[in-house]
């Protein structure tokens, strides 16, 4: 029976141990002072099945890329849980004051290694959670700087959780998937083939996690996002942003110009459920999961379909349409629903949200943000 935990050990201090199979498995390992050791060696752990874990201190958190669309969010929560001294943000920019103020910030580049190192011993980090990305529209502007951050700073992170042996978190995204995906809905397993730079660096970061699962016991996790609804942060540069700005413009200038086509379909979900999934998937049982890399599905919708249920709330809404090229190229590769039921049944994911309760959750929230800033509101 698979264990539910893993032994993490200095290395040189156990090779003594092993038989001379297990002992070529460790030696194999990347060459750094500590290591997670091959999912074969936990049998020297006396924890059997799935039963309750033994006690354990809370985990101390070190978020990537903290000031994007999720970090802040979700490390309210975690600190709420954990306490705030045991999750710290990080990014490369400066954090606004409320941000600062509300627990501990690290200035942390991804590409330098050395500081990721320091930052990772010196807090005694045991949980990474790796949003440090360049989305898709960004990606294909720049492919050299997504490249390095997505590709070269994933590469950073997974050395560094398998030399600390961190229970790492990376999300991947719809951008996954590619043209020959199946679109409706795209199972958790099937041809990807995206035709994206970050689609490609995030399939990549799938599979290098899966390997060093299955070579070396990382705990690593991963869950396909859709399209993130939220109030508190503007748009990125994503193809699904359409349907942050579109509530924004709505209460505003009550005119939306929308980059995509009025029928493209594709799968969202409340930044609320987003982070109550990343937190409930982080907290499961290893023994629990039948896969590293999971689909989480809320809704699926078309930007007239939010149009018309905003226009119940705001009936003077206009939307025009201007499809942009590359955004629109980029939506119609990826699924329109995704198959979500193997996340469902493993660890018992549901969403709270649906199309109804987002719209009206997320004009509140802007309405209450712009008026609390003085901003008009249409």
């Known amino acids: 029976m698979q264990q539910c935990v893993r032994v993490c050990v200095p290395t040189a201090a156990v090779l003594g141990l092993f038989c001379r199979g297990c002992l070529s498995r ?3 390992l990347p060459s750094r ?7 074969q060696m936990s049998r020297w752990n006396s924890q059997e099945g799935c039963g309750p874990p033994p006690p354990q201190e809370n985990p101390r958190v070190l978020i990537t890329g903290g000031l994007g669309q999720l970090g802040v969010g979700l490390a309210q929560i975690l600190r709420k849980q954990y306490g705030i001294e045991n999750v710290i943000l990080s990014d490369i920019k400066k954090p606004p004051p409320h ?41 294909e502007a720049n492919v050299a700087l997504a ?36 679109r409706d809905p795209a199972p958790d397993l099937c041809v990807q083939r995206p035709r994206t730079i970050y689609g490609v660096s995030k399939v990549h970061g799938e599979l290098m996690g899966e390997y060093l699962h299955h070579k070396y016991g990382l705990d690593f996790r991963c869950l396909r996002y859709p399209g993130v609804i939220s109030v508190n942060t503007t748009p990125g540069g994503g193809t699904t942003d359409y349907a942050v700005q579109i509530f924004h413009d709505a209460l505003s200038t009550g005119h939306h110009e929308c980059y995509l086509r009025p029928n493209t379909r594709l799968p969202m979900m409340h930044i609320s459920d987003c982070h109550r999934a990343t937190v409930e998937f982080m907290q499961a049982p290893e023994c629990q999961l039948s896969l590293r890399t999971y689909n989480i599905a809320a809704m699926s919708f078309t930007p007239e379909e939010v149009a018309q249920e905003i226009r119940k709330h705001l009936p003077h809404l206009k939307v025009t349409y201007n499809p942009d090229s590359v955004r629109q190229t980029i939506a119609d590769s990826w699924p329109v629903r995704f198959d979500d039921s193997n996340a469902r049944r493993d660890w018992g994911w549901a969403p709270a949200f649906g199309l109804e309760e987002l719209v009206a959750d997320m004009l509140r929230s802007i309405r209450d943000k712009r008026t609390n800033e003085g901003l008009p509101v249409s």
């Open 26 to 28: 460790a030696r194999s």
């Open 33 to 39: 002072s500590f290591s997670c050791l091959p999912r």
């Open 99 to 139: 941000v600062y103020s509300s627990g501990p910030f690290v200035y942390a580049d991804v590409l330098d290694y050395k500081l990721l190192r320091e930052l990772i011993v010196n807090n005694r980090i045991t949980w990474l959670v790796h949003y440090s990305a360049l989305l898709s529209a960004v990606g």
């Open 147 to 182: 490249r390095k951050i997505n590709i070269t700073g994933l590469h950073n992170v997974l050395d560094l959780a398998l030399e600390n042996c961190l229970r790492l978190f990376v999300p991947s995204t719809i951008g996954a998937f590619g043209p020959s995906s199946p």
